[in-house]
């Protein structure tokens, strides 16, 4: 039985991973726009639905629903910039906004629910949606079902923006900013409706991390979590949902069956952890190398 | 055809898992050893504490199997890196328990590995032993222990003795920025307070960098008679040697909570004269686990983790044949029966746990550091 | 319609146009000539609003478009071609039309939610005119051909059929014809010419092929280094020497 | 605490993260990428240094100078390897390549060294004193060595033909191959250079502190700060960068903002109000991103339209 449990648990976690992915390719594959920060909405969804169903006692999905008010709203002042940036600058600067958030829920510890809780002590004990009506071994089945659910949901709304009117606008916008304003569209509206909507989808996924894992602390947020999600949607094939779906889903698999190859490995763990770290950069790169538009390419829209 | 695609390349990878797991779940069917799991911080932010750690569990290990195993049967330890991210940690932590079925699991160096990680073990009656620090960790559950110090009253000790000792009265506070050391700050600054004491400085550092000499200005800024607190690791290395070469140097001296964490990793000479206080002194075993990591890497350790996951790995072995069996709820028992008896070679020595299955101390022992060795204290 | 009122802009040191004014009467097709680096396109740059202007008016339809974003310039019913075709790689000759429909409540983004059926109607629409518009452009076969894999003359047809898809008031066309073939430049001048017969369309056109020029243009102008040289119907500008004169030495010069 | 020292201490990070920022903007300049990697050939370059220096017994300046050799050529060998073939993909591309690179290239290091704290067979230093200043002899070598290479940046930019080549291949590289400039040769010209002074810059980290195989990594987000700051592809911007970096960390930690706000003490009375210290690295990050607000290509950036 525990093997299932097991899968479970990874397609909790690929589901929850999905979501960011999902979030960032709407932003960075369909709209161009190289968010280096995306942890960050990752980890204003976690506080606030964490936050909102401890201190005010609400409902989960309250909780879930200020998760993505939240981070929308923090989506919305990070693209102020993109007016005035160039990709390359605001890319860092999204970096470097990233690691502003990580560091204002580490250092402002009142941010709490009660005493050993906030900033680095992280907070504890964050209620699990419906655990008491649903016994507890079939309760990771029935949180992949919500966590599969969130995620149809978030599919089914990006898939449908990208291949309407919206998403053809921003394929526009991504590649050059003079052709659709001389259409009469204004690009940074777009851009910021952009980042705002996936950013309120990626603090979807930080409410459902925290809401499993029933603690959540600053380090959950380091910068490693957004290149981690790069690589997910580059694997995959950048620009399209399905690709990043099956990028999160390889490179998920490519950190858990690493674990289990080295099981039968003669190999110390001090050097296997490295060669582990090794594949995982190397495969990227080769991905990158022979498969540039990844392994499932962006979807043409036919007619 | 974009469809066959997808949903080709869907199951395959799903069936590859599904292989790979019945494989793995296969495989362990078979014991000939018993088997128990440990997550460390191989790579990532502290993998320079993971590779002491990893190599004080083989230390550890050697001598339990040389002296005869458990049960009659061989140790095994599986090693599992959690890259120093609570998510890496909590993989493999799922992977310890519902693929290898170990009884106890060791590790959790940092608060956000080990409290998600201890969550779920304590959830599934597996037995964990931390040697993370983290105040929050005593609520985590019966089958989750801790065999380093969490006890701020530590921390409100070493200002009693920064006080005894030096008759201080401007204090200037330096801490680790981790819940471990917002702990200490918390309970020094109450003594302080109670006291009749003043904090000239209060400063808390971030892990992992390259230049603290900011912070240690800050602290010196208004000439403390005394520094307080708690530094840890390699940030204590680059903080000693950084106040060392800025001639910055607390009038009346440094006085901190488990000395051993900052001193071991330091240069000698930049922590001669450091004080501080540990647990209670028991034996002096530190210095026998010292000699046998240089003997086998031919090199001192760097860290105290090492000594702690080595008392982790003594524990479970003790507990795993005092009780006799190796399911997780009779070595649970066992352990607090083992501990008080035990001597450890981590912290002073003394490994009795609590009724929260963390460390108790009814002593603690002043310490200096004196050529790089820290002695008993005596004025 | 559109009148532009002595503009002046420089790059640095550089005066790129000093004092230009031209005017385009509503339906007629005014032809913008000129050597190359007499600022043809930085006015086409300054009057959609990408470039800002040192100094001058230009209205439009009588309201003053001064310092307005180029999105808001469309908006009013100008819309522009560049000199270099530009053509979005990732998306098909029918989504590059598509691009260009005006008012597509599908591009907000909660009417793709509340109201889907409209919307679907409305592209339907949209897919047909767009349909008829590749026909026009002789591109309908590369419906579902990624724009990337244009040729550079192919470009600018698509470039001419998205402005068409937009259906401007004004059309401001760089250079529409350069590498497209003769016949099919012919045919373009047609479809020009009926635009602004049924449609009583406006145009301002840059365009080196002087052919092109005389059989569309009911009014000429002619720039030589960022100042107006002279205007007029196109059998009087054909005559003037000065014109001649400006495009030998422009030629030198450059 | 005197202001010199602060100064000083300034000086000190400054050089040390203002070369690899250097590094990190003149390859920018020509391969128009943020590459990720950079900070490991530091990481790489250090512990090359350590190796011919504790482990053969080499001098210390001839072993940090094989290996920023050996670095800067195993960067074209790199990009022979890797990012020839992505000449011309898109700048995302490339960069996530170069995070795979340097993952992979970060543990690669902490397999051959392991991950232990390592050191230069250099000793303690004992500060001297100067003009009330203390500083160790290492630390004013590493001062001048920073000071010296940026000369010699200066130098081959400005007076040397590979210089104006990598200035018109920048500016306009159809042009600059057009004009017959080897714009391949110019490329491997920059990953020498770019690698080499992150080499230099992880070897004089390496001598003031330590080494860790993270050693790079961790310092990945001050340098990118550092570059954007002073304008992406701008050396000198890198150097200003790089100076107001550790001036406003060293500052800023040290300023009593109390006494600032109330003009030191003219209306109310308001002291001891400090910036909290676990906000040391968010500093550079609001600096960069007011720099960036005023100047949206950094204070020394190429202005665009």
New interface residues.
């Given amino acids: 039985m525990?093997?299932l449990?097991?899968?479970v648990?990874?397609m909790i976690?690929a589901n929850v991973y999905g979501i960011l992915s999902l979030s960032l390719n709407f932003q960075?594959g369909v709209g161009g726009m190289?968010n280096f920060g995306h942890v960050a909405f990752f980890c204003i969804g976690a506080y606030t639905s964490t936050l909102l169903v401890m201190l005010c006692h609400v409902h989960f999905l309250v909780g879930i629903l200020g998760a993505f008010i939240a981070s929308g709203l923090f989506a919305f002042l990070i693209s102020i910039?993109t007016r005035?940036?160039?990709?390359?600058?605001w890319?860092?600067?999204t970096?470097?906004?990233g690691?502003?958030v990580r560091?204002?829920f580490?250092?402002e510890?009142w941010i709490s629910t009660g005493h050993?809780?906030g900033?680095?002590?992280?907070i504890?004990?964050i209620p699990r949606p419906w655990e008491s009506i649903i016994p507890?071994n079939i309760y990771p089945f029935f949180y992949l079902f919500l966590t599969l659910l969130f995620l149809g949901l978030t599919y089914f709304?990006l898939q449908?923006?990208i291949n309407?009117?919206?998403g053809?606008?921003l394929?526009?916008i991504?590649?050059?900013d003079?052709?659709?304003?001389?259409?009469?569209?204004?690009?940074h509206e777009?851009r910021v409706?952009t980042m705002v909507?996936g950013g309120a989808f990626a603090g979807i996924a930080g409410g459902l991390l925290v809401h499993y894992?029933?603690?959540v602390?600053?380090?959950?947020f380091?910068?490693?979590?957004t290149?981690i999600v790069?690589?997910m949607i580059?694997v995959g094939g950048?620009?399209n949902n399905?690709g990043a779906l099956?990028g999160t889903?390889?490179i998920q698999?490519l950190?858990?069956?690493t674990?289990?190859l080295k099981?039968?490995l003669p190999i110390?763990?001090?050097?296997l952890?490295?060669?582990?770290?090794?594949s995982?950069?190397?495969?990227?790169?080769v991905v990158?190398?022979f498969l540039?538009e990844g392994?499932?390419k962006?979807?043409?829209?036919?007619? | 055809m974009k469809q066959t695609n997808f949903f080709g390349l869907v199951l395959f990878f799903a069936s590859l898992v599904i292989i790979s797991l019945f494989v793995a779940s296969g495989a362990i069917q078979a014991k000939e050893p018993v088997k128990i799991g440990a997550i460390i911080p191989i790579t990532g932010t502290s993998e320079v504490e993971g590779q002491d750690m990893s190599r004080g569990l083989q230390i550890a290990l050697d001598e339990i199997n040389t002296a005869g195993g458990v049960l009659g049967r061989s140790l095994e330890v599986i090693v599992e890196d959690t890259e120093t991210r609570p998510k890496s940690g909590l993989d493999a932590v799922h992977k310890l328990i519902d693929i290898n079925k170990v009884p106890v699991i060791l590790g959790g160096y940092f608060s956000s590995v080990s409290l998600p990680t201890g969550n779920y073990s304590n959830s599934q009656g597996v037995v964990q032993l931390t040697w993370s620090t983290s105040p929050a960790l005593r609520k985590v559950g019966p089958f989750f222990f801790g065999i380093c110090g969490t006890d701020e009253l530590m921390a409100a000790n070493t200002v009693k003795f920064a006080i005894e000792d030096a008759r201080a009265k401007r204090f200037g506070i330096i801490v680790d920025n981790s819940a471990y050391g917002l702990g200490v700050l918390e309970f020094s600054k109450r003594e302080i307070k109670k006291a009749g004491g003043e904090i000239v400085a209060e400063v808390k550092y971030e892990r992992e960098k390259a230049d603290y000499r900011p912070e240690l200005q800050r602290v010196f800024a208004q000439k403390p008679e005394v520094v307080v607190g708690t530094l840890i690791g390699k940030d204590a290395r680059t903080i000693f040697k950084q106040a060392y070469e800025l001639g910055l140097k607390p009038q009346s001296g440094w006085y901190l909570s488990w000395i051993s964490l900052a001193t071991a990793p330091s240069i000698p000479e930049t922590v001669e004269g450091v004080k501080g206080l540990i647990g209670r002194l028991k034996g002096k075993a530190a210095n026998r686990f010292n000699e046998m990591y240089q003997e086998k890497y031919g090199a001192p350790p760097q860290t105290v983790w090492g000594h702690y996951i080595y008392d982790a790995v003594w524990l479970t072995a003790l507990a795993i044949n005092f009780a006799n069996s190796p399911e997780p709820k009779a070595i649970k028992d066992a352990l607090f029966k083992v501990a008080p008896v035990y001597r450890g070679v981590s912290g002073g020595g003394d490994k009795t746990f609590n009724a929260d299955g963390m460390q108790k101390y009814e002593v603690y022992q002043r310490m200096v550091c004196k050529n790089g060795k820290l002695v008993i204290y005596q004025k | 319609m559109l009148v532009v009122e002595d503009v002046h802009k420089s790059f640095g040191a550089i005066k790129a146009l000093d004092g230009v004014s031209l005017s385009v009467e509503q339906g007629t097709i005014a032809g913008l000539i000129g050597p190359n680096g007499s600022g043809k396109t930085t006015l086409f740059n300054i009057i959609s609003g990408f470039y800002e202007k040192d100094a001058g008016n230009i209205r439009l339809n009588g309201k003053s478009i001064d310092g307005l974003d180029p999105f808001r310039i469309a908006r009013m019913g100008l819309v522009r071609t560049f000199q270099v075709a530009k053509a979005p790689a990732k998306l098909t000759i029918l989504e590059n039309l598509l691009l260009a429909a005006k008012n597509q409540m599908g591009e907000k983004v909660l009417d793709n939610f509340l109201k889907p059926r409209e919307i679907f109607r409305k592209e339907k629409e949209n897919l047909n005119k767009a349909l008829d518009i590749a026909e026009i452009i002789k591109l309908k076969r590369f419906k579902n051909e990624y724009a990337g894999n244009l040729s550079g003359g192919q470009k600018k047809l698509l470039s001419l059929g998205r402005v068409l898809m937009a259906n401007p008031d004004i059309f401001l066309l760089d250079e529409p014809t350069a590498g497209v073939n003769p016949v099919l430049t012919l045919e373009l001048v047609d479809v020009i010419v009926d635009i602004r017969k049924n449609l009583n369309k406006t145009f301002l056109i840059i365009e080196h092929d002087m052919n092109v020029i005389w059989h569309l243009c009911d009014l000429v102008n002619v720039l030589v280094a960022g100042s107006n040289l002279t205007k007029g119907r196109p059998e009087e500008i054909q005559k003037d020497e000065r014109v001649l004169e400006a495009y030998l030495s422009g030629s030198k010069s450059t | 605490m005197l202001f010199q020292q602060i100064v000083i201490n300034a000086l000190i990070r400054a050089s040390e993260l203002g070369l690899l920022a250097i590094g990190l903007t003149v390859t920018y300049d020509i391969l128009k990428f943020a590459n990720f990697a950079h900070v490991e050939f530091a990481c790489i370059g250090a512990f090359l240094a350590y190796t011919m220096n504790v482990t053969l017994g080499m001098n210390i300046i001839l072993a940090g100078l094989v290996a920023i050799l050996v670095v800067g050529v195993l960067s074209i060998f790199i990009d022979r390897l890797v990012f020839i073939r992505l000449r011309g993909a898109s700048s995302i591309a490339l960069m996530v390549t170069s995070l795979g690179l340097g993952i992979a290239l970060r543990n690669g290091v902490r397999a051959i060294w392991g991950a232990r704290i390592k050191g230069y067979a250099i000793g303690l230093q004992n500060p001297v004193e100067l003009i009330g200043v203390r500083i160790t002899p290492v630390q004013i070598f590493i001062i001048l060595t920073s000071v010296i290479s940026m000369v010699i940046i200066h130098l081959i930019l400005k007076r040397t033909k590979l210089g104006k080549a990598m200035r018109a291949t920048s500016a306009n590289p159809a042009l600059a191959q057009a004009c017959g400039i080897h714009t391949e040769r110019i490329v491997r010209w920059v990953w020498f250079m770019g690698a080499s002074l992150a080499a230099l810059g992880g070897i004089m980290i390496g001598l003031d502190t330590h080494l860790t195989p993270r050693m790079g990594f961790s310092v990945m987000i001050p340098v990118f700060a550092i570059s954007i700051l002073g304008g992406l592809g701008n050396p000198y911007g890198a150097m200003v960068g790089a100076l107001i970096l550790g001036l406003t960390e060293n500052i800023g930690l040290y300023t009593d903002l109390g006494k600032i706000l109330t003009l030191n003490g003219l209306i109310g009375n308001l002291t001891g109000l400090y910036i909290p210290t676990g906000y040391k690295l968010a500093i550079s990050f609001i600096i960069m991103i007011v720099v960036l607000l005023w100047r949206p290509s950094g204070i020394m950036g190429k202005r665009e339209r």
């Avoid at chain 1, 602390?217 to 959950?220: A, S, V």
């Avoid at chain 1, 952890?273 to 090794?278: D, G, P, T, V």
């Avoid at chain 1, 962006?298 to 007619?303: D, G, N, P, T, V």
Wanted: overall charge positive; hydrophobic content about 50%; cysteine-free.
């Fill in positions: 525990g093997v449990y097991f899968f648990y990874l976690m960075a190289s910039p005035r940036l160039k990709a390359d600058y890319a860092i600067t970096l470097g906004a690691e502003i560091l204002f580490l250092n510890s050993y809780s900033g680095p002590f992280g504890r004990g507890g709304i449908r923006l309407g009117p919206f053809r606008v394929k526009a991504r590649e050059d003079d052709l659709p304003l001389s259409l009469g569209k204004n690009i777009f409706k909507i894992t029933t603690y602390d600053p380090f959950f380091m910068p490693m979590e290149f790069w690589a580059m950048i620009g399905r099956i889903l390889i698999l950190y858990y069956s674990r289990f099981d039968y110390e763990a001090q050097l952890a490295s060669l582990r770290m090794i995982i950069g190397i495969l990227i790169v990158m190398l540039q392994l499932v962006e979807k043409k829209r036919l007619y």
